[in-house]
């Protein structure tokens, strides 16, 4: 009896030490992501005061998490300004639009600054319109104001080699442009017209942010790029400088401390609001106390692209 007393003793000596182990493990995992927000400067979680730094780089795509991450900023009272960096050549129409649609809504209720990084073109110019300043490098590329839409013509290779494309379709501009013969006039005019009215849009919303004239922002819409000292002349950029500008700027137009600290935002779509550090330990965190993991989303496509290349 005795010999049976001392094992249930021991077995429950046992499970109290599992216990406060896998306690201690939960905790030290916590205390990792607290000890990494506070590298970066975040209070408990990151929803301390602090300026939302969003990072625009690469080119730009259709992505539903980015929009989704601009528009939280919006409800986020620990924000008290967005500063938003942008480093991209462009991309598609759509995604530019969507991004800059949604910047615009945060921008009612607190002030965005945007800092560009070496390119800042075409697409990445109608990002940073959305913005309430603009800060360029001395050598940052910015401009490309202009709409692009190409498609490759191959009907004379197809003939040399021997290949015939058939062909049916409901309408005579139907999957026109097309690869697969010369582009005929009416194809060519309908195209124009698609490429004339979102160009159209774009210098509109060059001289609706800037506050130029129609025929000025035309002018300097003519597709081709700037300098940042260049384009700070002929007003598509407020000045030259880097991110402590824009945190002087935001201190001086909107009394935002220039101690608050930079909190990254996370565009990802796994942990909105947390740096990719963080992400991953509250991931884990989450695995481990629910089993349940984080997914993400992809991005897509369209035909009509504002993006700056040495090609185009």
């Keep these: 009896m005795t010999l049976e007393a001392d094992q249930i003793v021991e077995r429950r000596r046992l499970k109290r030490s599992r216990a406060l182990w896998r306690f201690g493990a939960i905790a030290a995992l916590i205390l990792l992501v607290l000890a990494g927000s506070a590298t970066l400067g975040l209070s408990t979680f990151g929803l301390g005061a602090h300026v939302a730094r969003l990072k625009i780089t690469g080119v730009i795509l259709d992505n539903e998490n980015v929009v989704k991450a601009i528009d939280a900023l919006a409800e ?13 050549p462009g991309g598609t129409v759509t995604g530019s639009e969507a991004i800059y649609q949604a910047v615009r ?46 498609a490759i013509e191959v009907s004379g290779l197809l003939e040399k080699i021997g290949v015939s494309v058939n062909e049916m379709k409901s309408a005579p501009l139907k999957g026109e442009p097309s690869e697969f013969h010369p ?29 130029l004239t129609p025929e000025v922002a035309r002018t300097l819409g003519d597709g081709r790029v700037y300098s940042g000292k260049q384009a700070v002349q002929v007003k598509l950029v407020d000045e030259l400088g880097d991110e402590r500008t824009a945190r002087a700027w935001l201190a001086q137009q909107y009394h935002v401390s220039e101690r608050l600290p930079a909190r990254d935002v996370d565009t990802s779509g796994e942990i909105p609001g947390f740096g990719s550090t963080q992400s991953r330990a509250l991931a ?29």
């Design 284 to 312: 884990a965190l989450s695995v481990l106390l629910t089993g349940k993991a984080f997914d993400s989303k992809r991005l897509t496509l369209d035909g009509l692209v504002a993006i700056w290349h040495p090609a185009f």
């Design 105 to 150: 809504r945060v921008s009612a209720k607190k002030p965005v600054v945007t800092v560009m990084g070496s390119l800042a073109a075409s697409g990445g110019y109608v990002v940073s319109l959305a913005s309430d300043h603009i800060i360029a490098g001395r050598n940052t590329i910015t401009g490309s104001i202009g709409v692009i839409m190409q």
């Design 76 to 88: 986020d009272d620990s924000a008290e300004a967005v500063l938003l960096y942008v480093d991209s």
């Design 183 to 211: 582009l005929t006039a009416e194809a060519r005019k309908a195209t124009e017209v698609l490429v004339a009215d979102a160009y159209d849009w774009f210098v509109g919303l060059v001289a609706e942010r800037r506050k």
